[in-house]
């Protein structure tokens, strides 16, 4: 079944301590984002890929980067990981063609932990 | 900037209950609309969406939902609920014709159905 898939689904890093999330896809969509969900709270978006194009939101902090090394994969790097940023992060992909886009597409997630 | 507000945050019905949650958007502009639910353990799934045309949609497993433009509002139904609809309901939107546009979601309904 064609799908999305992250790794690895639970992650414990030390604060301070570089951590990189990944994400595969294997539905050919152009597109591909990245999510922060908090406890009790709705999925945030982070950045995400228009193909090669990186779009970042406003609100994303810098201590947050990405990278799409090819239209399959794409990984969320956190810098200096702080206390705050524990948190489940959610990687979709979506189809966008001709300026509107279609449905987003979730993987599991990765469980982050901050010690 | 786009909101979603989703007025009830805890559901709590008995099975054979009808079911109707409350969603909100707030934008200026013309918007794709989302419902997506989350079983306890499992990633996002898409439970229907409204594109354009009949703006009352069906979805996966006999919910359905009705785009009223005039209220901003685009409503989760069901008929009759079974103990597995206990799960978390997301409302999400983005802009029509927004490129690669993310969503931006709802804080959810959590729902549980008693057997």
């Known amino acids: 079944d064609a799908m999305v898939i992250q790794n690895p689904r639970y992650q414990v890093t030390q604060f301070g301590k570089p951590v990189t999330l990944s994400c595969s896809q294997t539905?050919?969509?152009?597109?591909m984002y990245w999510y922060q969900q908090k406890s009790s709270q709705a999925p945030k978006l982070l950045f995400h890929?228009?193909?090669?194009?990186?779009?970042n939101e406003a609100d994303t902090p810098d201590n947050f980067q990405s990278r799409r090394p090819n239209t399959s994969f794409c990984f969320l790097d956190i810098r200096s990981p702080g206390l705050g940023d524990a948190a489940m992060y959610l990687c979709a992909t979506s189809i966008t063609r001709q300026g509107f886009s279609y449905e987003q597409y979730f993987g599991p997630g990765t469980r982050l932990t901050v010690t | 900037a786009q909101s979603v507000s989703q007025h009830n945050h805890h559901v709590i019905l008995s099975e054979a209950a009808s079911l109707e949650l409350g969603c909100n958007y707030s934008y200026g502009g013309t918007v794709n609309l989302f419902w997506y639910v989350q079983y306890p353990g499992q990633h996002l799934q898409l439970l229907l969406k409204y594109f354009s045309g009949d703006p009352l949609v069906k979805g996966i497993k006999g919910f359905e939902a009705e785009f009223i433009k005039s209220k901003f509002s685009f409503n989760l139904r069901k008929p009759s609920v079974q103990w597995s609809d206990t799960a978390e309901y997301f409302c999400?939107?983005?802009?029509?014709?927004?490129?690669?546009?993310?969503?931006?979601f709802g804080k959810g309904t959590h729902l549980i159905i008693q057997p």
């Open positions: 539905l050919n969509h152009n597109v």
């Open positions: 890929y228009y193909d090669k194009d990186f779009n």
């Open positions: 999400a939107v983005n802009s029509k014709g927004g490129g690669a546009d993310g969503l931006t």
